[in-house]
C-alpha cells in the first residue's frame, strides 16, 4: 500500500472543517503529532464558500492550491429534518460532491478522501453491513435524498479513477458524537437531539435501534491515517465492532449519568425510530497491515467519549451548536 512520500509539500484543504469531525482532526489530531513538517492544514467552513456553488467551490481552491483534500463538507442534518426535507439533502449534497470532485479533478488535486455514511446502505439487507454492499438495494426511506447523493460519491470516484485513474476514495464512519457536534434538535444526530430539564430527559423515539458510536477524537486519526495511507478507490469502513454495538436506550442512560441526572428519561413512542439497525463490519479495517495499533485499534469506550463530550457541552453551552 502506497503512502504519500513526499514529492513536494503536502497542502490539505478539509471541507467542512468547522464541523463536528473537522473540528477533531484540527484541534485534537494535527496538536497530537499527526502533522508533519511542511505540511499545511487548511479548515474550511461554508463561510468560506459556499460549495454548493461552482465558482466558490473554484475561487476556494485556487486561493488554497490543495494538493489533497478531506471533503467533510455536507447538508446534514437528523432524522426527522431528513424526512421533511429530502429534496433539499439530495440535490444539496449532489451539488457540494460534484463541485468538489470535479475542481479537485481540474486543479490536479492528487489524493481525495470523502466520507459516506452507514445510513446509506440498503435497508433491507443482511448483517453485519461492508464496504461491497452499499448500491444493493434502496436505503431506508427516511433519508433516500441524502443517501443517494452519498451513494453517488463511490461511483465518481470509480468514474474518476476508470477515466483519470485518480485516488478518490472514501471512509464509511458509522454514527459519530464528540466535542462541537450540532447539539440542534432539527440538525443533530442521534446523541445530540436529546433535550433535558430538572424532572425530565426526553428522547425522540423508542430507544431501541441499536447503533455504533464512534468517538470524533478517534475517527479523527483514522481520517489522516486514511489520507496518508489507504490508496484504494473502494470505501472502507471507520468504526468500532460489531461487539459494541449499543441501543441508543443504552447511550441515553450513559448520557443520564454523565450528567448527574437523576429524573425521568421519558421515550416518545410516538415518533419514528428510523432504521432499527445498520450493523457494519470493521474487517477491512482490521485486516489492514500498515495501521498502528491494530489489531488493538483503541477506540474509547462509549461511556467514557458520552461523559468527555457532556463535560464539553456544559462548559461551552453558550457557544455550542444547539
Ligand atoms: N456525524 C456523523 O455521525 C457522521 C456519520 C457518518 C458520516 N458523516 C459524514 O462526515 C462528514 C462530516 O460530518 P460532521 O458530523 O462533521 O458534520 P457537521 O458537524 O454537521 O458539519 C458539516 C460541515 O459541512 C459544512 N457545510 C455544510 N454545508 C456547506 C456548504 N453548502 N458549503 C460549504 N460547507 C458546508 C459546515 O460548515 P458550517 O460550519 O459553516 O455550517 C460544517 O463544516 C459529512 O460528510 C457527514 O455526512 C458524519
Redesign the pocket.
Known amino acids: 500500500m502506497a503512502s504519500h512520500s513526499g514529492s513536494g509539500p503536502m497542502r490539505v484543504l478539509v471541507?467542512?472543517?468547522?464541523?463536528?469531525?473537522?473540528k477533531a482532526i484540527e484541534q485534537e489530531a494535527m496538536k497530537d503529532g499527526e502533522k508533519r513538517e511542511g505540511e499545511q492544514w487548511i479548515f474550511?467552513?461554508?463561510?468560506d464558500?459556499?460549495?454548493?456553488d461552482p465558482e466558490q467551490t473554484r475561487a476556494v481552491f485556487e486561493k488554497h492550491r490543495p494538493t489533497h483534500v478531506i471533503h467533510?463538507?455536507?447538508?446534514?442534518g437528523g432524522l426527522y429534518l431528513h424526512m421533511r426535507e429530502n429534496l433539499h439533502f439530495l440535490r444539496?449534497n449532489l451539488r457540494?460532491n460534484d463541485n468538489v470532485l470535479q475542481t479537485a479533478h481540474e486543479m490536479g488535486v492528487t489524493k481525495v478522501v470523502s466520507?459516506?455514511?452507514?445510513c446509506i446502505f440498503p435497508d433491507k439487507t443482511p448483517y453485519p453491513i461492508d464496504e461491497t454492499m452499499i448500491h444493493n438495494g434502496p436505503p431506508h426511506e427516511s433519508n433516500y435524498g441524502y443517501s443517494h447523493a452519498?451513494r453517488m460519491i463511490d461511483v465518481l470516484n470509480r468514474a474518476y479513477f476508470g477515466q483519470y485513474g485518480h485516488v478518490y476514495t472514501a471512509v464509511i464512519?458509522?454514527?459519530?458524537y464528540g466535542p462541537h457536534?450540532?447539539f440542534n434538535e432539527d440538525k443533530g444526530?442521534v446523541l445530540t437531539a436529546i433535550r433535558w430539564d430538572n424532572t425530565t430527559l426526553n428522547v425522540w423515539g423508542s430507544g431501541k435501534p441499536l447503533r455504533q458510536f464512534i468517538f470524533s477524537m478517534d475517527i479523527d486519526r483514522l481520517m489522516v491515517w486514511a489520507l496518508r495511507e489507504y490508496d484504494e478507490v473502494n470505501p472502507i469502513i471507520l468504526s468500532v465492532g460489531e461487539e459494541d454495538e449499543v441501543s441508543i436506550q443504552e447511550a441515553v442512560e450513559m448520557i443520564a449519568e454523565a450528567l448527574e441526572f437523576k429524573g425521568q428519561i421519558h421515550y416518545d413512542t410516538s415518533m419514528s425510530d428510523g432504521q432499527m439497525k445498520k450493523t457494519a463490519n470493521n474487517a477491512k479495517l482490521r485486516r489492514l497491515p500498515d495501521l498502528p495499533d491494530l489489531p488493538d485499534l483503541p477506540f474509547t469506550p462509549l461511556r467514557e467519549g458520552i461523559k468527555l463530550t457532556c463535560d464539553w457541552l456544559v462548559k461551552n453551552y453558550d457557544r455550542a451548536r444547539t
Open positions: 471541507t467542512g472543517g468547522s464541523g463536528l469531525i473537522g474550511l467552513s461554508s463561510k464558500a459556499n460549495l454548493v467533510l463538507a455536507a447538508k446534514v444539496d457540494i466520507c459516506l455514511s452507514s452519498k464512519p458509522t454514527n459519530v457536534d450540532n444526530h
